[in-house]
């Protein structure tokens, strides 16, 4: 069983086949914000392996002793953007001062749950570096995971949002107009780790799969980049 931050399920869907294809291994992902799949290891949820969109969750779980010593890694990066509703959106100059609140008028920005969900809380910092969070804030729609706040675009009940750019890149109704700069955020960091209590050899090796070459492809193909 793989906890898994819901930004990976596009990636993850076709990597999981792959490993099973290749091991006769059988793989059970659940997909949700990285705040409440750490939530559900504390709790006692029987996950095998633990995959988060940034180190902070992971952190914590280590921290409590719900990580098995030796099996962290970082497997990948990810960059923060900015989408629009429909194809072809004209590109916009995200820069300091950038008056976000103006463009969207009485509309509202989809983003993850700013304080807990890693999405949001990189969307948060970026637009706070940018000195336009406080302007933005009050248009803003939060939603319990990222893959969500990229439907509430991709369906037009939001005209903008901030997400992943592998989840701008898994739906065709949404444009990246952005990329937030490197700089505006911490470091867009997934590590993976198996859970302490885990008594399943196989977990190893999905484990060691997600950052071999034979995974490497269906990560790259979403627009992650892939750690060594």
Not at 38 to 64: C, F, H, K, T
Not at 66 to 79: E, F, M, P, Q, S
Not at 87 to 109: H, I, N, Q, T, Y
Not at 115 to 137: F, M, N, Q, R
Request: no cysteine; proline share 6%; aromatic share 8%.
């Amino acid at each position: 069983l793989v906890f898994a931050a819901a930004s990976l399920k596009t990636a993850l869907d076709g990597a999981v086949k792959e490993w099973e294809s290749e091991t006769g291994g059988k793989a059970a992902i659940s997909y949700a914000g990285s705040s409440a799949l750490a939530r559900q290891i504390q709790q006692g949820a029987p996950a095998d392996v633990y995959i988060s969109a940034n180190v902070g969750w992971m952190d914590e779980l280590e921290n409590d002793g719900l990580i098995k010593t030796g099996t962290r890694r970082d497997i990948l990066r990810n960059k923060i953007v900015l989408i629009a509703h429909g194809e072809g959106a004209a590109p916009l100059d995200v820069a300091p001062g950038f008056d976000l609140a103006g463009l969207l008028g009485d509309r509202k920005l989809a983003m993850a749950l700013v304080d807990s969900v890693p999405a949001g809380i990189y969307g948060k910092a970026a637009l706070t570096s940018l000195g336009i969070w406080d302007e933005v804030k009050p248009k803003v729609a939060q939603a319990d995971n990222v893959r969500v706040a990229l439907a509430l675009v991709a369906r037009g009940e939001a005209p903008y949002g901030v997400v992943y750019a592998t989840d701008a890149a898994a739906d065709d109704n949404v444009s990246i107009v952005a990329t937030f700069p490197d700089d505006s955020h911490p470091p867009i960091i997934y590590p993976a780790a198996l859970l302490a209590e885990t008594k399943k050899p196989e977990a190893q090796s999905f484990l060691d799969f997600l950052s071999s070459d034979a995974a490497r492809p269906y990560f790259e193909r979403q627009g992650f980049a892939v750690i060594p």
